[in-house]
């Protein structure tokens, strides 16, 4: 269960990015999740919502999941096409020596978040990409 995994690594990204930073409380988390990630975002938003309950920080979280567009680059003729439309061939010279730049990530793009010191702040905080 790919979303499972990347659910329980998250939850325990953001444990530690509370104890750290004196979250008390998460409230909307936005992720930005690749187009060809392979993670289905209803399963992964029915996930969060089984596992959050047992994190005391998390039990009001929400997820918001945002979808990166996949993009591909070509070594060949050094332009970037759409990599679901056009798949590892390039559309424009058609070479296959060609890579993903965008798509296949999960990114922690926004946390809404009380801490000890200001219960109404929000907070903005970037982690480390996951995989
Ligand atoms: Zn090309």
Known sequence: ?????????LAKTLDELAAEQKIV???????QVGEV???MTDYFVDCWDYFKVRHTVLKDSTLELETLPAVTFCDNCKKNYETVKYGRTCPYCGSGETWLITGNECIIKQIEAETEDDRNGEKNVRTDEMR
């Open 25 to 31: 409380k998460i409230g909307k988390v936005t992720l």
């Open 1 to 9: 269960m790919h979303e499972m995994g990347i659910v329980t690594h």
């Open 37 to 39: 990630s392979g993670i």
